[in-house]
C-alpha cells in the first residue's frame, strides 16, 4: 500500500479513486511517474533544483489570514436567524432539526477555521524557514 492509500487522501484526491476505492488507472500512473521522479536512478535524475519564493508563500498566508478573519463572521451569518426558527418550532421537528444543523454547522465552521489558521501559520512558517535556510547557506558558503 502507499502513502497515498490513506482516508485524507481520499478525502483531498476523491478524482483519483474508483467507487471500489482504489486508485484508478490515470491516478496509478502519476503515483508511478512520481516515484520514479523521487528515485536516484530514474531516467535525467540529478541536477534538479528546487525554487521556493517566500515572498510567494507570505501572500498566500495573508490570503489565507482573510478567509480565516472573515470566517467566523460570514461562516455564521445564519446564526440568529436559525436560533429563532429553533426557539419559534421548538415542539416541531423542524425546530429541533434547525437547532441541530446549527449545532453541526457551528462545529463544522470551528473545526473549518482551526484548518485554515493551521494553514496560515505552516506557509508563514515555511517562507521564514526558507529565508532562514537561504541566509546560512549564504553564510556558509561565504557569499
Do not use: C
Request: avoid cysteine.
Amino acid at each position: 500500500m502507499t502513502d497515498r492509500a490513506t482516508e485524507f487522501d481520499r478525502m483531498m484526491n476523491p478524482w483519483a479513486y474508483g467507487s471500489d476505492g482504489n486508485l484508478t488507472a490515470k491516478a496509478q500512473q502519476q503515483e508511478t511517474a512520481r516515484t520514479r521522479l523521487n528515485s536516484s536512478n530514474a531516467p535525467g535524475a540529478g541536477g534538479g533544483t528546487v525554487d521556493v519564493d517566500p515572498a510567494a508563500l507570505d501572500a498566500a498566508a495573508g490570503a489565507s489570514d482573510q478567509i480565516h478573519g472573515r470566517l467566523n463572521g460570514d461562516g455564521r451569518a445564519a446564526d440568529d436567524e436559525t436560533t429563532k426558527v429553533s426557539t419559534s418550532l421548538a415542539n416541531w421537528s423542524t425546530g429541533k432539526a434547525a437547532a441541530q444543523t446549527a449545532s453541526t454547522w457551528d462545529q463544522q465552521i470551528a473545526a473549518l477555521n482551526t484548518t485554515i489558521g493551521e494553514l496560515t501559520q505552516a506557509l508563514r512558517q515555511t517562507a521564514t524557514n526558507y529565508r532562514t535556510n537561504d541566509t546560512a547557506v549564504k553564510h556558509d558558503l561565504g557569499a
